[in-house]
C-alpha cells in the first residue's frame, strides 16, 4: 500500500457535492473519518443523509462522531424486511438525488442503506462510490442478505475503494475495470487507531478476570445456531473461574431473547446495552480475547492484538484467518466450547493470536479515498493549478 500525496487545492476550484449515505452504526464509524477529510478539502461540499435503516444505534453514533445529518428519511412504516426497507428507500433517496444533484454519491459496505442508494444514483446516472468494496465470501447467502448487496453494488459503482488486495482482486474477477478499482485500506482502522490512542478506559465490569467480549447478532446465525453458539460460551464460561464475559447485546429482538435465556444467571457474565464506539474500543483493548460473527470486530480486534474466534463458517475477511490471529469457529456448542478452552489452555497458542497484525489498514485509507475522488473528479486543469504537497507520516 503506498502512502497518498496530500493534495492542497487550487482556491479557484469550484466545489464538488458529495452526498454521503449512512443508515446504521458500522457505517457511521467507517465513513467519520471520510466526512472530516473532505470537509477538510477546499473542494468538496459534504452532505450526510440518514438512511433511518437503524434507529437509535443510527442517531448515537452519529452523535457520539459530532455528526449531524442535512437530510434524515423518517419511516412511517414500521416494516424492517429488506424488501420493504430496500424499496422505501430507493423511493426517498431517488427523490433527495433529483433535489440535492450531487456529483457523486458515496455509501459504506453492504447494507441495505448502501445497495439503495446505489440503485437510486444509478437510476439518476449520478457517480457513486462504493467504500470497502470487494469483500466477498464464495456463498450469495452468507451472510445474508450482505453478500448480495455488495455484488449487486459493483455492478453500477463508478469508484470501487477496496480495502485489501484480494478485495480488489475479486473486483477485477468479476470485470470491475481496473482504473476503477482502488485499494485504499479500510477507513475502521483510521477510526480505531484515532480512538485507541486516547486509551480510553475499561467498562467498570471488566476486573482483572480474562474478558471474553462477546457480540452476536448476524441474521443468518439468528434461531438455533446463535443458540447454540451462546451455550458453548455458556458452558465454557461456567466451568472456568478465572474467565468471564461482557457482551454489549444488540437490540435485535433475535439477538436479545437468546443472549437473555441463555447468559443469565452467571456473575461473571455481563450482559450491557450497546456500547458507544469509544467504550467499545476500550472494551477491545481490556480484553482477553474477542468472540463474535460481526465483520467490524475482524478488522479491528487483529490492529489491537487481540485473538478472535468467528461465530461463522465463512469469512469476507481471509486477511486476518491467514495471518493465524482470527480463526472461523463456526456455531456449533462443541466448537464454540473447543475453541474457548483450547485457547485457554495453550499459552502458545494464545501468544502466536494475540499479535497486532494490520491486514485491513494503516489509518491512512479516509486521505487515499479523498485523493483519488480528487483526481476523478477535477478537471486537467484545475488538477495543473494544484499544488501537490507529499504528506509526512509517522513511522
Ligand atoms: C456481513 C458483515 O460483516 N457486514 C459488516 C456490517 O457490520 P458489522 O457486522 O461489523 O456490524 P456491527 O457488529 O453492528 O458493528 C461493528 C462496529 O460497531 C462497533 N460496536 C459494536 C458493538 C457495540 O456495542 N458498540 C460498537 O461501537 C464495533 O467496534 C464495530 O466497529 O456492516 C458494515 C456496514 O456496511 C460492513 O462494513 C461490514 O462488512
Avoid at 156 to 162: C, D, G, M, P, W
Avoid at 319 to 332: K, P
Avoid at 369 to 383: C, G, K, N, P, W
Wanted: hydrophobic content about 40%; proline content about 8%.
Amino acid at each position: 500500500m503506498h502512502h497518498p500525496p496530500q493534495v492542497q487545492f487550487s482556491r479557484s476550484s469550484p466545489c464538488r457535492t458529495f452526498l454521503i449515505v449512512v443508515g446504521t452504526r458500522p457505517e457511521v464509524i467507517k465513513v467519520a473519518p471520510l466526512i472530516r477529510r473532505l470537509r477538510d478539502t477546499s473542494w468538496a461540499r459534504v452532505k450526510i443523509v440518514a438512511s433511518g435503516q437503524q434507529s437509535d444505534l443510527l442517531g448515537q453514533t452519529l452523535a457520539e462522531f459530532g455528526l449531524t445529518p442535512d437530510i434524515t428519511i423518517r419511516h412511517r412504516d414500521a416494516s424492517s424486511g429488506p424488501a420493504q426497507v430496500a424499496s422505501r428507500l430507493i423511493q426517498r433517496l431517488d427523490r433527495i438525488f433529483v433535489e440535492e444533484n450531487p456529483d457523486c454519491v458515496i455509501a459504506q459496505g453492504d447494507t441495505t442503506t448502501a445497495y439503495a442508494a446505489s440503485v437510486a444514483a444509478f437510476y439518476q446516472k449520478i457517480a457513486y462510490a462504493h467504500i470497502e468494496a470487494g469483500l466477498r465470501t464464495s456463498e450469495l447467502d452468507a451472510p445474508f442478505p450482505e453478500e448480495f448487496h455488495r455484488r449487486a453494488i459493483a455492478v453500477s459503482a463508478t469508484l470501487h475503494f477496496a480495502p485489501t488486495s484480494a478485495a480488489a482482486r475479486n473486483l477485477i474477477d468479476e470485470n470491475v475495470p481496473k482504473d476503477r478499482v482502488h485499494v485504499s485500506g479500510n477507513t475502521v482502522i483510521d477510526s480505531l487507531l484515532e480512538v485507541a490512542a486516547t486509551r480510553p478506559p475499561p467498562p467498570a465490569e471488566f476486573g482483572t478476570r480474562r474478558m471474553i467480549l462477546l457480540t452476536a447478532h448476524r441474521r443468518e446465525n439468528f434461531g438455533p445456531k446463535l443458540r447454540d453458539a451462546l451455550t458453548g460460551v455458556r458452558a465454557f464460561v461456567d466451568l472456568t473461574p478465572d474467565v468471564g464475559v461482557y457482551f454489549p447485546v444488540h437490540p435485535n429482538p433475535n439477538a436479545r431473547d437468546a443472549a437473555l435465556e441463555i447468559l443469565s444467571g452467571n456473575p461473571r457474565i455481563h450482559l450491557v446495552e450497546p456500547l458507544g464506539y469509544r467504550d467499545m474500543v476500550a472494551a477491545i483493548q481490556n480484553a482477553w480475547c474477542v468472540v463474535t460473527d460481526s465483520g467490524g470486530l475482524q478488522e479491528e480486534a487483529p490492529a489491537l492484538a487481540k485473538p478472535v474466534l468467528v461465530l461463522r463458517d465463512l469469512t469476507e475477511r481471509p486477511e486476518a484467518v491467514a495471518s493465524g490471529v482470527v480463526e472461523l469457529v463456526g456455531t456449533s456448542r462443541e466448537g464454540v466450547f473447543k475453541s474457548l478452552y483450547a485457547l485457554h489452555k495453550s499459552p502458545a497458542k494464545y501468544t502466536q493470536m494475540a499479535r497486532p497484525v494490520f491486514p485491513y489498514g494503516d489509518g491512512h485509507a479516509s486521505r487515499r479515498i479523498v485523493d483519488a475522488l480528487y483526481r476523478h473528479f477535477s478537471t486537467a486543469q484545475e488538477r495543473q493549478d494544484a499544488t501537490i504537497v507529499p504528506l509526512q507520516y509517522a513511522s
